[in-house]
């Protein structure tokens, strides 16, 4: 059992699980409550904690769901769903509500789903980014006249065209073969941006998040990246342009796998729009400039979607049980997709773990970085890739990794130092396990990362190869 949840204090277990959430709107300290009481009812494996403060003074808080709450485990991923950044569009607050209600109450149970869910990724959830804007909201009600009543936060900015612009950058650096992840902050940015987000981006630069997502309203898709057109005669909501990222094919999939585990996304038909398999390209929808999706892909190593989730921003109460019950497996499948990919510790000849290190794929053009303890996390579609980790001071290395599908196996193949000249000797370690399977009902879906532990050496940059046969 080492490694695994702790147990929870016998008195605890004979204690009735306190009342869910409720299915009702949750002003701000209705909704803090809420909070709180999961974390009371939950206490081995929560952790309440806030981000920083609106601009009238409301906290950002976030609870995060870990079997160690509070740290960072090595090779363990970190996702994110934040809701509520527009503060009239209320859905994705109460739906996040009921989620971290839902994951509580199926862990205390012994759900072997949720318990391996907990154990194997670290979860934040951030039920409201806009607390000001949802009071103004909240205060006309789900039938008030103003559609867009509440949607900016108390200085009236949109918080979703107020992160820095990192996509001019990148398509420009793009042509003069730039940096194609991490792009650096222009220097007055601070003076720009919202407290709400100035909390986010230095939220977002604490934390390694692997995977993301940011719960809308006003239509029923999954928008993934890039949001701002490359092309700039198309940049108005008129004229659209699809922009795809270099892992577009994996961000469809990511988008795939919420709108068909939704009761309805999938279909297309929604809200008088369609869109084929319930997602889209955010571009090709319309151009967006300074949203968070593509500032987190830009920025992070985060893979972020965005996810609109009802015709109306506002749904009365008595639609949002039918609202759960559409989105919770939803919820859930899209949080397991954090483990689809290669995941592996980078370190030096003395097995100190190298933080910053760059992990490259080739055909991908989009890197990711190690975290402070070396591991690192590479979202990937099933295939075979070269993957290389480099870092200043140590020669790379370069392996090759299969993604699944396949049965959980697992090969370790080493290849002799004399095999091939200028060669080393180098292990790699694959875990192959079948991809996470989409269910209606809330059963154990099995993780998939692929396991690569790189080793670098301190020398000149001269590349190092290991090719399992």
């Known amino acids: 059992m080492a490694g695994w949840l702790r147990p929870l204090a016998g008195t605890l277990l004979l204690l009735e699980v306190a009342a869910a959430v409720s299915f009702l709107h949750h002003r701000y300290e209705e909704m803090v409550r809420a909070l709180f009481r999961v974390q009371s009812e939950c206490p081995y494996v929560t952790r309440i904690y806030s981000i920083g403060r609106s601009v009238e003074g409301r906290h950002l808080y976030v609870l995060e769901f870990s079997d160690y709450p509070g740290i960072h485990e090595p090779l363990e991923p970190e996702f994110k769903y934040v809701g509520n950044m527009h503060g009239n569009e209320v859905l994705g607050r109460e739906l996040l509500l009921q989620l971290s209600e839902f994951l509580c109450e199926e862990y205390r149970r012994g759900s072997e789903r949720v318990t391996r869910l907990l154990h194997d990724t670290r979860i934040h959830i951030m039920p409201s980014m806009n607390p000001d804007g949802y009071e103004v909201a909240a205060n006309q009600g789900p039938d008030g006249i103003g559609y867009l009543t509440g949607r900016n936060n108390a200085n009236g900015v949109d918080l979703n065209r107020n992160f820095p612009d ?13 940096p194609n992840h991490h792009i650096p902050l222009p220097d007055n940015w601070k003076s720009q941006v919202e407290p709400e987000t100035l909390a986010v981006i230095q939220w977002i630069g604490s934390y390694n998040f692997v995977l993301s997502a940011n719960l809308h309203g006003g239509a029923v898709v999954a928008n993934y990246p890039y949001d701002k057109s490359q092309d700039q005669r198309f940049r108005s909501h008129r004229r659209t342009a699809n922009t795809p990222t270099p892992d577009d094919k994996l961000f469809q999939k990511l988008a795939k796998t919420y709108s068909y585990a939704h009761g309805w996304m999938h279909r297309g038909w929604n809200c008088g729009d369609y869109f084929v398999d319930g997602i889209t390209n955010g571009a090709s929808w319309y151009s967006l400039s300074k949203g968070m999706q593509d500032f987190n892909y830009l920025y ?42 290669i995941k592996g510790m980078v370190t030096d000849e003395n097995n100190n773990g190298i ?112 090719n399992p046969k």
């Open 166 to 178: 990192l996509n001019t950058f990148m398509y420009y650096s793009g042509e003069i073969s730039g």
């Open 355 to 466: 933080a910053g290190a760059v992990i490259s794929v080739q055909g991908i053009s989009h890197d990711v970085t190690s975290g402070e303890m070396g591991d690192y996390f590479r979202l990937l579609l099933p295939g075979t890739y070269t993957v290389t980790a480099s870092a200043e001071g140590y020669q790379p290395q370069t392996v090759t990794a299969t993604v699944g599908p396949a049965a959980p196996s697992l090969v370790s193949q080493t290849q002799d130092s004399s095999s091939s000249q200028g060669e080393s000797s180098a292990t790699c370690p694959q875990f192959l396990t079948k991809q996470p399977q989409l269910h209606q009902a809330v059963v154990l879906a099995p993780m998939s990362s692929v396991q690569l532990e790189l080793l670098l050496q301190h020398g000149p940059p001269e590349s190092r190869l290991c």
């Open 300 to 341: 992070t190593n985060c893979f972020e979607i965005t996810l609109e989730l009802s015709c109306n921003k506002f749904p009365p109460k008595e639609d949002l049980e039918r609202q759960w019950m559409a989105n919770r497996e939803a919820l859930v499948a899209f949080i397991e997709e954090i483990h689809q990919g």
